[in-house]
């Protein structure tokens, strides 16, 4: 499917979207030249998960991990209006953001954790950048997106 996308704001609408289309456990990897929208477009990801941080990007840190905090919220109004099984946010705990632009192997990413992190049932991760991923991907619930430039715009594939 594609999509087209005029400005950054309406990449991060479309990341929001996709957001609630997903599971505990899914890999998005996004595809995408410098600039090309990567970024912007897991920040919708982020708050269409629940997350209240502000996302910036981790091309030093390459992983930052955000907690769910809106799943507080979620069981406080439990009663009146009990989540869904299949709710995202009832499953969803943990959001991890990685970029692996400055990564120079996979052990790297090894050696600070991910494995904690992808796959497991409670989180979603997204990855920029993830051609340098392949072992650590293996067996993984994977999303693959591309995003490239056009005319002035942004297309989106998914
Ligand atoms: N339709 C659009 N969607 C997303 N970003 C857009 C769009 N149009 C213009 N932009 C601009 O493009 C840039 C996208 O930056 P972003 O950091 O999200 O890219 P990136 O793919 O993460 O790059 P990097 O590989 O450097 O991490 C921003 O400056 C944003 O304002
Ligand atoms: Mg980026």
């Known amino acids: 499917m594609k999509t087209i996308?005029?400005?950054?704001?309406?990449?991060?609408?479309?990341?929001?979207?996709?957001?609630?289309?997903?599971?505990?456990?899914?890999?998005?990897?996004?595809?995408g030249e410098l600039g090309a929208g990567k970024t912007a477009m897991t920040k919708g990801i982020a708050e269409g998960l629940g997350i209240k941080n502000k996302i910036t990007s981790p091309t030093f840190a390459l992983m930052n991990v955000y907690k769910n905090t809106s799943i507080q919220m979620v069981?406080?109004?439990?009663?009146?209006?009990?989540?869904?099984?299949?709710?995202?946010?009832?499953?969803?705990?943990?959001?991890?953001?990685?970029?692996?632009?400055?990564?120079?192997?996979?052990?790297?990413?090894?050696?600070?954790?991910?494995?904690?992190y992808l796959g497991a049932p409670d989180t979603v991760c997204v990855v920029e950048w993830p051609e340098k991923l392949s072992?650590?991907?293996?067996?993984?619930?994977?999303?693959?997106?591309?995003?490239?430039?056009?005319?002035?715009?942004?297309v989106i594939i998914v």
């Open 75 to 116: 069981s406080r109004e439990r009663k009146k209006n009990p989540p869904k099984t299949n709710s995202p946010l009832t499953k969803i705990k943990k959001f991890v953001h990685i970029d692996t632009y400055r990564l120079k192997d996979e052990g790297e990413l090894i050696e600070i954790g991910v494995e904690d």
């Open 135 to 154: 072992e650590l991907l293996k067996n993984k619930k994977i999303k693959k997106i591309k995003i490239e430039h056009q005319d002035n715009g942004r």
């Open 5 to 31: 996308t005029k400005t950054e704001k309406e990449t991060i609408d479309f990341g929001k979207k996709l957001a609630k289309t997903l599971k505990g456990g899914d890999v998005l990897l996004f595809y």
